[in-house]
């Protein structure tokens, strides 16, 4: 069962740098997010996605871009990293509560740790 | 103000005891309520999916949810070393997106 699998798990990265967080699910699962994960701060959510080739912003979107080509993947891409993207990235997959709804528990990868120096 | 209130801990048990976690919110609409454990370099592992008010039950893991006073809780009996984790609680209205409590770190003493 690989459920949710995130790659790398580890990356440090320079100012001004860009790269790709990769995320896949094999749930057939309708609904993904990305999410980070900050001390005290818990899970916000950074962009969504309700089915294949539609996507939109979550609470902290700024500096981040998705896509989602396929129902399994979910890339979740850095356009020029900055040292406030230092953090903890979760990829989350669940079916959809019907019309778009987010209302259906959510199963989690195991995460990015990404450091920007 | 969050929408969602957690007590980070750390909250400390020794082995046998029951824990007691808890969240509380402010939006009325929420209806939809979820607690998610989280080891330590691991992904949150759902535990309770609740929807509107009332107990449920799995095991040691028992979730309230107290709509009147928007209250949640989570209560772990016979906790054992290995319940040792951060207790994620998160919830949502039909349409909106889920809003997490800060997380509480729990330890169990043997």
């Known amino acids: 069962n690989a459920g949710v699998t995130q790659t790398p798990k580890f990356q440090v990265l320079k100012t001004g740098q860009s790269m790709t967080l990769q995320c896949a699910q094999d749930?057939?699962?309708?609904?993904m997010s990305w999410y980070r994960q900050d001390p005290g701060m818990g899970l916000r959510l950074i962009h969504y996605?309700?089915?294949?080739?539609?996507?939109d912003q979550g609470e902290v979107p700024n500096g981040y871009n998705v896509s989602r080509s396929t129902t399994e993947d979910f890339p979740l891409r850095l356009l020029s990293a900055a040292p406030s993207q230092t953090s903890v990235y979760f990829c989350?997959?669940?079916?959809?509560?019907?019309?778009?709804?987010?209302?259906?528990?959510?199963?989690f990868g195991d995460g990015t740790r990404l450091s920007i120096l | 103000q969050k929408e969602v209130e957690q007590d980070p801990g750390p909250l400390s048990v020794p082995e046998g005891a029951i824990v007691s976690l808890n969240c509380t919110y402010s939006?009325?609409?929420?209806?939809?309520f979820m607690w998610y454990r989280q080891y330590s370099r691991k992904g949150p592992e759902l535990l309770m999916y609740?929807?509107?008010?009332g107990n449920k039950e799995d095991g040691r893991f028992t979730a309230q949810v107290d709509k009147s006073s928007k209250y949640i809780s989570l209560f772990i009996r016979d906790s054992q070393p290995s319940d040792s984790a951060t207790y994620l609680c998160?919830?949502?209205?039909?349409?909106?997106?889920?809003?997490f409590g800060a997380g509480t770190q729990v330890v169990v003493t043997p």
């Open positions: 996605s309700v089915g294949a080739g539609i996507t």
């Open positions: 749930m057939n699962h309708e609904y």
């Open positions: 989350a997959s669940s079916y959809s509560g019907g019309q778009g709804r987010s209302n259906q528990p959510q199963h």
């Open positions: 609740t929807y509107s008010s």
């Open positions: 939006n009325s609409a929420f209806q939809y």
């Open positions: 998160a919830m949502t209205d039909s349409w909106g997106k889920l809003q």
